[in-house]
């Protein structure tokens, strides 16, 4: 392996380190997350703080070393402005939740890009529709993407099939097991002894089918009952709080929104 290596990555999050310097967790595009040093960073004259906010897309040259590689420089790729200008500070937020939950569920490093490609392609739509789709709209579209990612981790419930008796699920009265992680129909649902589900819409398990199989551009361009988004929210909330095995702060924030 080469003592120095050049990678695209986001920052998700910065911790200060000693007297004059700073850590950042980077989400990258070649090797999953990783965390730099970055030397000097703590002081105000540094010349690479203005590329070194969270969530900014940045190209990196880092240097491998004993404890931790060092960032050697950087350059600015995306910055996201029209999240970060967001007057209601909704998409600060939604870049908060975003931060929080790769942070959680990107562990070590990968050589895969799929879910970097993905999370880049989210955060342009929004970048995009931040003052044009509503906010419960916005999150749904955020909670797509997460529940992708839970699915390219390899959790997979089933929501075409019931999970007890197998047979492809009508749209009556479902409820979503999540101990099982699936959908249970109406009759296996009066025989089974299930403790954690919730009752869940027609329109909830569409948006689940959906989100499996359709791109996140198509579903920003779908019309969406309020009550099915909301709930459809609430369950990828906690399946992520199922894999995450903690809570989520940020959500805090957004549930003042929507
Ligand atoms: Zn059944």
Request: aromatic content about 10%.
């Amino acid at each position: 392996m080469s003592k120095t290596y050049t990678t695209t990555g986001l920052i998700l999050k910065r911790r200060d380190y000693l007297e004059n310097d700073r850590l950042f967790i980077v989400y990258s595009k070649d090797f999953g997350k990783i965390e730099l040093l970055a030397k000097g960073t703590k002081k105000i004259s540094s010349k690479l703080n203005s590329y070194l906010e969270p969530f900014y897309l940045i190209k990196i040259m880092a240097a491998r070393g004993k404890g931790f590689d060092k960032l050697a420089n950087c350059n600015l790729v995306k910055s996201y402005q029209n999240l970060r200008n967001d007057q209601s500070l909704f998409g600060f937020y939604l870049l908060n939740y975003l931060s929080e939950v790769t942070d959680g569920l990107i562990v070590g490093q990968t050589l895969k890009h799929d879910k970097f490609q993905l999370l880049l392609e989210l955060l342009d739509l929004l970048e995009e529709k931040i003052n044009q789709a509503s906010q419960l709209k916005l999150l749904g579209l955020v909670n797509v993407y997460n529940f992708k990612i839970l699915n390219l981790l390899g959790y997979q419930p089933e929501i075409k099939r019931c999970l007890n008796c197998h047979k492809g699920i009508l749209l009556t009265k479902n409820i979503f097991d999540f101990r099982q992680g699936g959908i249970i129909c109406e009759d296996c649902k009066k025989v089974c002894l299930i403790e954690d589900y919730i009752l869940v819409s027609d329109g909830v398990i569409k948006l689940l089918q959906l989100a499996q199989e359709k791109s996140l551009a198509d579903f920003i361009s779908l019309e969406n009952h309020f009550d099915d988004l909301k709930q459809f929210n609430q369950v990828v909330y906690k399946l992520l709080l199922i894999n995450l095995e903690k809570p989520i702060k940020s959500v805090d924030f957004l549930n003042n929104f929507c």
